[in-house]
Structures are given as C-alpha cells and as structure tokens.
C-alpha cells in the first residue's frame, strides 16, 4: 500500500483529491493537513510515500514546507497540486515526479498516480532539489519556521532578535524562546528582508533590536542587541565591519 498525505488549505479541494486517488486500491491516504507546519509534523509520524502539497497555503510557502519534508530521513516524494501559473507548471515539469494543476480531473491524477508507482519501484531519491531552487527566486518567504521542543512553530521575522550558530545547528533568539532553524544560517539569511544583517559568520541581527554599537578591542566592535529583558553583545567579525559601519553609521 503506498501511503499518502493531502496538504491543501481548502477542504473541498482536500476532499476531491483523495477521492480521485483512492480510486486506486494501491494508495492509501492517510493523513491531511490544512498548513505546512502541520503537514512537516504529519510527514514525521506517518513516514508517507507520497506527498500531494499546494503551494499557496495559509502559514508557510508550499515551497518551503517542501524543503523542510526534505530534510527529514528517507523524504516522500512530493507532487505540487496547485493553481499555479503556467511558468511555474513548466518548472515543475523540469524535474518535479509530477504536477497537479487545479482543477483536478480523475484522468490526470490516475497518470500522476502512475508515475508515482514507477518512481518509487526504482528506488530513485526525490528529484526536487533543482526545482525547489527555481521556485524559491524571487519568492522570499514571510514566514519562518522553527522548532520548539517537537513543536514546529511558525514565527514572523519580526519576532527574531537574532540568531546564532552553535556547533552545527542554527538558534532563533525569539519573542517565543529559542527555537531551531533546520537549517543552515545561509539559508535563514536567504529568507530575511532588510530588517536583518549578518554581522558574523556565526550570527545575523534584527536592526531594529540594535541598541548600542560597543567599542571592543583593537578596532572591533560588539552590538548591543536587546532581547527578551536583556541585552546581549555580538561581536561584529571583521570582514562583516565595512558593510555594518554603512548601515549603521558608524
């Protein structure tokens, strides 16, 4: 039996979909999720074959959900069903397993299910790497999210004071706690507007969190970055210096 989840923010669109694909007595669809925090989490305990994601979801960019599904051992294969537009169904057809443009029909799912069945009788990793990297230009996220115990947690950029590497894991330093980014700090920084600046190879800031630029040794200079109740210096690294004197004005 190939398990399967629906993520998709409309009911009625979750509904037909599982209809078409338990048409098929190969497939099983064994979970939903109306948003892409509870589809990662959903991905995590029922360890599905098969994901069938909308893009446009209510919390978190579908893309970005597929990168976080990704990240997890032995990933499913993910399969966009979207009303996206036809320059975004030509980047699926790339690389994609396959695509789903809304609205469905029961012939085009009985062909994405096919294809679905021969991917995964080779045996293939999922081929989305390349393709998430199309999708993702241009496309800044507006939402980050992070995990909280075995929470995964959706956090606005404006609530991160700051973040920092720690051995090989990357920290939010929030409004909520700390929370970890799955991700590396490179990729974070990809997510953030202009509110934020790497100042270290170990740390990014929220400016707006910047209280006090401290002089330090030998020409260096620590940030006094207010977070929570307290305050909390970052040194600034060195080759980071120039573009942090511009932007402050120091």
Not at 63 to 92: G, H, M, N, S, W
Not at 160 to 171: D, P
Not at 198 to 211: A, E, G, P, Q, W
Not at 230 to 247: D, W
Request: charged content about 25%.
């Amino acid at each position: 039996m190939i398990k399967s989840i629906i993520v998709d923010d409309e009911e009625p669109a979750r509904q037909e979909l599982r209809y078409y694909i338990e048409k098929d007595t190969d497939f099983q669809v064994c979970a939903e999720a109306a948003g892409g925090a509870e589809a990662v989490e959903l991905v995590a305990s029922f360890r599905p074959d098969v994901v069938f994601l909308d893009i446009a979801l209510w919390d978190l960019d579908g893309v970005e959900v597929a990168r976080l599904i990704l990240k997890q051992p032995r990933p499913p294969l993910i399969i966009f069903a979207t009303a996206y537009d036809e320059y975004a169904v030509q980047a699926f057809e790339l690389n994609a397993v396959d695509y789903l443009l809304k609205p469905f029909t029961a012939e085009r799912v009985a062909t994405t299910l096919a294809r679905v069945k021969q991917h995964l009788a080779k045996r293939e990793p999922p081929p989305m790497a390349g393709l998430l990297e199309r999708l993702s230009v241009g496309r800044p996220a507006q939402k980050v999210a992070a995990w909280k115990d075995e929470r995964l947690l959706v956090v606005d950029p404006g609530e991160i004071n700051y973040a920092e590497v720690q051995g090989h894991q990357v920290f939010l330093r929030t409004q909520q706690g700390t929370l970890r980014f799955p991700g590396t700090l490179q990729e974070l920084e990809a997510k953030l507007d202009r509110r934020f600046l790497r100042v270290h190879r170990s740390y990014i800031v929220n400016l707006d969190r910047v209280r006090e630029v401290v002089p330090y040794f030998h020409g260096t200079y620590h940030l006094l970055v207010c977070d929570a109740e307290n305050n909390v210096e970052i040194p600034v690294g060195r080759t980071y210096l120039k573009e942090v004197r511009a932007v402050l004005g120091f």
